[in-house]
């Protein structure tokens, strides 16, 4: 199947913008939450995806659908949140462990 360079280029740019959110979100996530670079961007690609898929899906749907939608995502984003956090500092303590 051969695509059209227009569609392979609009992807390419989607998907340059896509990692410029995640670079940004985990920079700012690694500021704020003082993790390791490598746990931010974990966490912001997973916030990403997840709303951008959310936005895709909020297009086609109606405003009460939407409405929950909008509390799933939520839900899911803080689930990432704390997470990523939980699993950050399980780490910390197995590294504490080890040196001891």
């Not at 340059?16 to 985990?26: P, T, Y």
């Not at 931010?40 to 009460?64: C, K, N």
């Not at 984003?77 to 997470?83: E, T």
Request: net charge negative; aromatic share 8%; no cysteine.
């Amino acid at each position: 199947m051969n695509v059209p360079a227009t569609s392979a280029a609009f992807r390419a740019a989607v998907a340059r913008e896509i990692q410029h959110f995640i670079a940004e979100l985990a920079d700012y996530l690694e500021l704020e939450n003082h993790m390791p670079r490598a746990f931010t961007e974990a966490q912001a690609e997973a916030m990403v995806t997840i709303v951008f898929s959310a936005g895709a899906e909020a297009l086609d749907v109606g405003a009460e659908q939407r409405r929950q939608l909008e509390e799933r995502l939520v839900l899911q984003l803080r689930m990432i949140a704390k997470g990523a956090y939980y699993w950050y500092r399980r780490e910390q303590e197995k590294m504490a462990h080890h040196s001891e």
